[in-house]
C-alpha cells in the first residue's frame, strides 16, 4: 500500500521498494481501447495469446523454460523448433460444454488457443531439445554448447 499517491493517473506505487515505482508507459491501456471495435470473440481469441506465462531460466548447462498448462495432456500441446533459433510452444484448451439448462456464475477459467515464441541465443544446441510434461507443468529444456575458454599464451619479455 501506499502512503503517497502517484501522480501517474491514479496508478499506485510502493515507497519502501525502489523497483516498484511506476514509470510513465505511453502505451499504458492502448491494448484494451484498440480492441473496443472489435467483436468480443476475436477479442477473447487474442487475448489467449498472451495467456500462456513462461519462465525462461538459463543454467550453466541447458536454456530451461516452465509453464503451468493445467488441465492440457501432452497431447494437446505443441513443442517445435524453428530455423532461425526459435522456439515454439503452442497448444489449444478447449472450452467446456455448455448446457442449456447450466447457470454460470463465473466463468475464470481460459480457454482458447495459445502461442508463445522465444528466438534462442547461438550456444542453445537446437538438435538436443527435450520437453516434458508432469502434473500440468511443461518443461522444454534446451541443452547450451560448452563456452570455450580463450586460450591465454603468456608472452615473454625480452630486454
Given at each position: ?81 524453428e ?13 467446456e460444454?455448455?448446457e ?60
Open positions: 500500500m501506499s502512503l503517497i499517491p502517484s501522480i501517474f493517473g491514479g496508478r499506485r506505487t510502493n515507497v519502501f521498494d525502489p523497483f516498484s515505482l511506476d514509470v510513465w508507459d505511453p502505451f499504458y491501456g492502448f491494448f484494451s481501447s484498440a480492441l473496443t471495435n472489435v467483436p468480443s470473440s476475436a477479442r477473447e481469441t487474442s487475448q489467449q495469446f498472451a495467456n500462456a506465462r513462461i519462465d525462461w531460466k538459463e543454467t550453466p548447462q541447458a536454456h530451461v523454460f516452465k509453464t503451468d498448462l493445467p488441465g492440457l495432456r501432452k497431447e494437446e500441446v505443441k513443442v517445435e523448433v530455423e532461425g533459433r526459435i522456439l515454439q510452444i503452442s497448444g489449444e484448451r478447449s472450452k460444454q455448455e442449456k439448462n447450466d447457470k454460470w456464475h463465473r466463468v475464470e477459467r481460459s480457454s482458447g488457443k495459445f502461442l508463445r515464441r522465444f528466438r534462442l541465443p547461438d550456444n542453445a544446441k537446437m538438435e538436443q531439445v527435450k520437453a516434458s510434461m508432469e502434473d500440468g507443468v511443461l518443461t522444454v529444456t534446451v541443452p547450451k554448447e560448452e563456452e570455450k575458454k580463450p586460450e591465454v599464451k603468456a608472452i615473454e619479455i625480452s630486454g
